[in-house]
C-alpha cells in the first residue's frame, strides 16, 4: 500500500546469563540494582522494547531461581534455553544462545547479543545498532556484524547475522566469546557513547544507573575484553 513505511528486517535479541559469576560472587543472572530491579529481567525488557523479537536467555549457573524471574512473560515473546556445559566458560552460552536462534527456523536476520551484566544498557542503543540508521544506507541482513563502540570502546550490543552463526558455534571456545571472530571479520563499530557509557560489571558495585554513576563497595567495574 502507498505511503506504507517498510518493515524493519527481524532481529532476535540474545541475553547470555549463564555464568557463575565468581568475580561478582554470585550468578549474574540473579543480580539486581540497588533499587531492586532484576538485571536479566532489565535485559529482556530492554531489547523486547527495541523491537528485538523474540528474546532469547540462556542460563545455567542458578538456571532454576533465575527462570523463575521471568515466570510473567509469553511463551511467544521469550525463549529460554539452558547451557548444561556454562562452566566451560562464556563460549558455552553463545553457542546455545545461537543454536537456539538457529532452532527458530528462517524468521530471524540477525541476533542482538547483551551480556547479563550490563544493567545499564539502553533501549535507544539497541535500536541504532538494528535500526536502518545505523549506517547510513546499509540495510542489516543475514551477512551483517555490528559491534556497539563507547568512545572508541568496543562493548555491547553485538548484532550477528544469521550468515555468521554458524562459524562463531564452531569457533569459539572456553572463557573467550566472539571477540576474535568479530576481529577477524571486521565487523563494523557503531559509536554510542553520546548515549550511555556501555559499562559492565565484573565485581559488585552499587550502579545508579540513572545517573550513570559508579560507587564502588568492593570492587571496580570490569569490561572484559574477549566477549
Known amino acids: 500500500m502507498a505511503g506504507m513505511m517498510p518493515l524493519a528486517p527481524p532481529v532476535a535479541g540474545l541475553v547470555l ?24 529481567v532489565r535485559a529482556v525488557h530492554t531489547l523486547a522494547a527495541a523491537g528485538c523479537h523474540p528474546v532469547i536467555v540462556v542460563l545455567g549457573a542458578g538456571a532454576d531461581a533465575a527462570e523463575a524471574l521471568l515466570g ?17 566458560g ?4 553463545l553457542r546455545a544462545g545461537l543454536r537456539a536462534a538457529a532452532a527458530l527456523g528462517p524468521g530471524p536476520l540477525a541476533v542482538a547479543v547483551v551480556p547479563v551484566d550490563v544493567p545499564g544498557l539502553g533501549e535507544a542503543t ?30 555491547h550490543p553485538v548484532v550477528i547475522g544469521r550468515a555468521h552463526w554458524a562459524g562463531l558455534i564452531a569457533s569459539v571456545s572456553g572463557d573467550t566469546g566472539a571477540r576474535p571472530y568479530l576481529l577477524a571479520h571486521q565487523a563494523v563499530p557503531v559509536e ?36
Request: net charge negative; aromatic share 4%.
Open 72 to 88: 510473567d512473560h509469553h511463551p511467544g515473546e521469550l525463549v529460554v534455553t539452558r547451557a548444561e556445559d556454562w562452566a566451560d
Open 126 to 155: 539497541v535500536r541504532r545498532l538494528i535500526g536502518p540508521a545505523a549506517l547510513g544506507p546499509a540495510a542489516l541482513g543475514p551477512d551483517t556484524l555490528r559491534r556497539a563502540c563507547f568512545e572508541g570502546r568496543p562493548g
Open 192 to 227: 554510542c557513547g553520546d548515549l550511555e557509557t556501555g559499562a559492565d560489571i565484573d565485581v559488585n558495585i552499587d550502579v545508579d544507573i540513572n545517573a550513570g554513576v559508579e560507587r564502588e563497595t568492593g570492587g571496580t567495574p570490569g569490561h572484559p575484553p574477549d566477549r
Open 17 to 40: 546469563a549463564a555464568g557463575a559469576g565468581s568475580r561478582y560472587g554470585r550468578p549474574k543472572a540473579l543480580a539486581t540494582t540497588p533499587e531492586g530491579t532484576s538485571w536479566l
Open 90 to 93: 562464556l563460549s558455552a552460552s
